[in-house]
């Protein structure tokens, strides 16, 4: 079982940049693959990002890819989004997730066992 809480999120202008943090407990955190979603009021969780076990492959969503960037730190476990040129599109709930498939940054919901609770995150001037 791996427990997991997010953190960073809040209110940003559009243009701003935000770092959110995922600090996981519990569990074999290094050897899980690691994602970040966002869901917007009354729509589906999507995808945004994610990092393999060693941090050596990333996968990020076309709408985010050159704004947004994953990454994680084994040793102390956590990993990070770090959120620039943020847009009024990108507000939502975002979560991170842990995927016993650690080789493998996956964009499918269905490939992550353990979520967090979500930290919110609002654009707007």
């Known amino acids: 079982q791996v427990q997991l809480v997010e953190s960073g999120g809040g209110l940003v202008q559009p243009g701003g940049s935000l770092r959110l943090s995922c600090a996981a407990s519990g569990g074999a955190f290094s050897t899980h693959a690691m994602g970040w979603f966002r869901q917007a009021p009354g729509k589906q969780r999507e995808f945004v990002a994610a990092?393999?076990?060693?941090?050596?492959?990333?996968d990020y969503a076309d709408s985010v890819n050159g704004r947004f960037t994953i990454s994680r730190d084994n040793a102390k476990t956590t990993v990070s989004l770090q959120k620039n040129s943020l847009k009024a599109e990108n507000k939502g709930v975002y979560s991170c997730?842990?995927?016993?498939?650690?080789?493998?940054?996956?964009?499918?919901?269905?490939?992550?066992?353990?979520w967090g609770q979500g930290t919110q995150v609002t654009v707007s001037s």
């Open positions: 990092i393999s076990w060693r941090g050596g492959s990333t």
């Open positions: 997730a842990s995927s016993p498939l650690g080789h493998t940054p996956s964009q499918r919901v269905a490939a992550y066992a353990f």
